[in-house]
Nanobody
Framework: VQLQASGGGLVQAGGSLRLSCAAS????????MGWFRQAPGKEREFVCS????????AYRDSVKGRFTISRDSAKNMVNLQMNSLKPEDTAVYYC???????????????????WGQGTLVTVSS
């Protein structure tokens, strides 16, 4: 599975961005999809995930109520709508795909098998 993330950019605090991740395989619908982010000098951290059916999601506490993950299996895409952005959301955002086992949030990088190249989100104050 090849993943291509897009949609990053520069936005003012309080603004919105929509990230997209396109997957190369039809079996995309079988995978758990997640978004991680990595700020300069910091470790990669979990942002959110969505299970293979789109029926279950998980979010880190700091983005709950502001970010929404969704998937469009017909288009082999997963989207991340980010609203009310804050300067601390500034990071490179990565999408990832994980083989389905038991969905319990998929909070950790080792649970994912494939990674996209990342897209930079910069939120100015």
């Amino acid at each position: 599975v090849q993943l291509q993330a897009s949609g990053g950019g520069l936005v003012q605090a309080g603004g919105s961005l929509r990230l997209s991740c396109a997957a190369s395989r039809r079996t995309f619908s079988n995978y758990v999809m997640g978004w991680f982010r990595q700020a300069p000098g910091k470790e990669r951290e979990f942002v959110c995930s969505i299970d293979w059916s789109g029926g279950m999601t998980a979010y880190r506490d700091s983005v709950k109520g502001r970010f929404t993950i969704s998937r469009d299996s017909a288009k082999n895409m997963v989207n991340l709508q980010m609203n009310s952005l804050k300067p601390e959301d500034t990071a490179v955002y990565y999408c990832a795909a994980g083989s389905p086992t038991y969905y319990n949030g998929y909070y950790y990088p080792h649970e994912y098998d494939y990674w996209g190249q990342g897209t930079l989100v910069t939120v100015s104050s």
